[in-house]
């Protein structure tokens, strides 16, 4: 399951985002804001059966936290491992291709 990790700066990269659809503060485009100003971003390309999730909402969000739950659950069960984020049988079996994105010239 895809994951955001992010460094305070996004949040400066927030505020200085103007609301886009609905009103909304779009976290793409300060993505795209931190990009532009040459800020170290990565992407990871995820793999076609991999799942993607909206989480714009609190209900989204909660089902994300479900389903990432449920996700855990079912490895640590099907490894017969405790249930130990820190255990690294629990990470991917195999490194996923990164790719630096870079501002457009």
């Given at each position: 399951m895809p994951l955001y990790v992010f460094t305070e700066e996004i949040f400066n990269a927030l505020s200085e985002t103007e609301p886009g659809?609905?009103?909304e503060l779009?976290?793409?485009d300060a993505i795209q804001k931190l990009v532009t100003e040459g800020r170290p971003v990565i992407g990871v390309k995820l793999r076609t059966n991999?799942?993607?999730l909206d989480m714009?909402?609190?209900e989204t969000m909660v089902e994300a936290l479900r389903l990432s739950l449920g996700y855990v659950d079912a490895k640590a069960a099907k490894k017969s491992l405790p249930m130990n984020?820190?255990?690294p049988a629990l990470s991917a079996s195999e490194p996923k291709e990164t790719i630096p994105l870079?501002?457009?010239?």
């Open positions: 659809k609905n009103g779009q976290l793409t991999e799942l993607r714009g909402t609190p984020l820190d255990n870079r501002k457009e010239r």
